[in-house]
């Protein structure tokens, strides 16, 4: 059954009267009803792709955080053969906000880290929301040391709100292991990419993110902090998240433009949520055009592409 945002009230409207006449075409009603249900087909794909094309920031905030919108499992399943996940950090335990391990894309050898949120309530809890923990990260840096020996690519599939704020956490490392894990993705010499496929939040997002390409979905959100965290530190008021999304620049297009991504992922009309294997397929694609770029580049200018790519974000254009 799909779950509808509130500001996709009107399509939803018009979607539910498309059912009606559907249900009553199928029980062999008057002729009539077609020529008004193609009619009403019509108008609802029409109120869809218009609603879409000017989505607000904090529309897109709800859109990437859509509980119907395909997570890490679901790529995963999609475009990665024979995916082996490993787990625990060897040192502490295991998280299972961070899922991790080897496969092929493609035909090709891959790592695979990234934050999985869970798509019910025993699977959300299981995953922590895909906040994850000190344990998960040092684990994201095992893998990406281990792949780094191997000469085999990195993938970072991101969907996080952030890591965990919690007390065990910060009393395990939790700045500690995020810095660790975001010097192990700039150091690497073999090609890494990432995709920011709903949310990209805070260090949590940044810990895997640090690669030679980052790519987002259209209607994901890559930000420093979430919206209402963001509004609670500006104005003491959380009830201002709309008001922080906006002024953040938190959207791929704004993000392109800064230069903080490298590239959008079109999502199929009305988010990847209405078509998860269009919105997964079109992913795949993308991820394989990035990694060509790399095809046949040495381990020293891999991490020389990816150093000058972060430096620029910090440099002022000549003349500014």
């Not at 993110?209 to 509004?231: D, G, K, Q």
Request: glycine content about 10%; proline content about 5%.
């Amino acid at each position: 059954m799909r779950s509808y945002l509130d500001f996709e009230k009107p399509v939803a409207e018009l979607e539910a009267k498309v059912e009606e006449l559907q249900a009553l075409a199928a029980r062999g009603g008057p002729v009539s009803i077609g020529e008004e249900l193609t009619r009403l087909e019509v108008k609802a794909a029409r109120a869809l792709a218009d609603l879409y094309k000017d989505l607000t920031p904090w529309q897109k905030t709800l859109v990437a955080r859509h509980p119907q919108r395909p997570h890490f499992e679901d790529y995963v399943a999609g475009l990665i053969e024979d995916f082996t996940p490993l787990a625990g950090d060897r040192k502490f335990a295991e998280d299972a906000a961070i899922v991790a391990g080897f496969g092929r894309f493609r035909g090709q050898s891959i790592c695979v880290i990234g934050q999985e949120k869970g798509s019910d309530t025993k699977s959300r809890l299981e995953h922590n929301f895909g906040m994850a923990r000190p344990e998960g990260y040092r684990k994201a840096v095992r893998l990406m040391e281990l792949a780094d020996r191997f000469d085999i690519p990195v993938l970072s599939l991101v969907d996080t709100a952030g890591a965990f704020p919690g007390i065990d956490a910060e009393e395990r490392g939790q700045a500690e292991a995020i810095a660790r894990s975001t010097d192990a993705a700039l150091a690497l010499g073999v090609p890494n990419v990432a995709v920011v496929v709903g949310e990209g939040g805070s260090g949590g997002a940044v810990a895997i993110a640090s690669c030679n390409r980052v790519l987002m979905l259209e209607h994901a959100i890559y930000t420093v902090a979430s919206p209402e965290a963001s509004a609670s530190i500006l104005w003491r008021d959380s009830g201002k998240a709309q008001d922080a999304a906006t002024s953040m620049k938190i959207t791929a297009q704004d993000l392109l433009k800064f230069g903080i991504i490298d590239a959008i992922v079109p999502e199929p009309v009305g988010g990847a949520h209405r078509d998860p294997q269009a919105a997964i397929a079109g992913t795949g694609n993308a991820i394989d055009q990035a990694f060509a770029r790399f095809a046949g580049m040495s381990r020293e200018d891999v991490r020389t592409e990816r150093a000058e790519k972060f430096l620029r974000m910090g440099r002022k254009p000549v003349g500014a």
